[in-house]
């Protein structure tokens, strides 16, 4: 007999969507003016793989550190969520990158 799975924690407040599309406008910023900007690739550039990776290896950084003692509970817990914000950031940005190119129509 299949378990019922576990509710959500909750959905995407427009608080964090905010801060999301906050993290993808100041990595665009950041990176436009020498042409590194994710933002401006088609959706099949290898580049976007290799941020995405890079932006997750910051969160490892990040529970490493916590590990070792280097971050305290309360530092972990806000370096963490700055990191994940730019994992989200990445990941929407790709999403939207495959959305551009397919009209929005989910893979089948």
């Known amino acids: 007999?299949?378990?019922?799975?576990?509710?959500?924690?909750?959905t995407l407040s427009p608080?964090?969507?905010a801060q999301i599309t906050?993290?993808?406008?100041r990595a665009h910023r950041k990176h436009a003016p020498n042409g590194?900007?994710?933002?401006?690739?088609?959706f099949d550039d290898p580049h976007w793989l290799s941020v995405l990776?890079?932006?997750v290896g910051e969160v490892a950084r990040v529970l490493c550190d916590h590990r070792l003692n280097v971050l305290n509970d309360d530092r972990m817990a806000m370096d963490l969520r700055d990191e994940l914000l730019q994992v989200a950031a990445m990941a929407t940005a790709?999403?939207?990158?495959?959305d551009e190119m397919t009209d929005?129509?989910?893979?089948?």
């Not at 929005?104 to 089948?108: I, K, T």
């Open 1 to 10: 007999m299949a378990s019922k799975p576990t509710p959500l924690r909750g």
């Open 15 to 17: 608080l964090l969507a």
């Open 22 to 25: 906050y993290e993808r406008q």
């Open 36 to 42: 590194g900007s994710s933002e401006e690739r088609p």
């Open 53 to 55: 990776v890079e932006e």
């Open 94 to 98: 790709w999403i939207d990158a495959i």
């Open 104 to 108: 929005g129509r989910p893979a089948s």
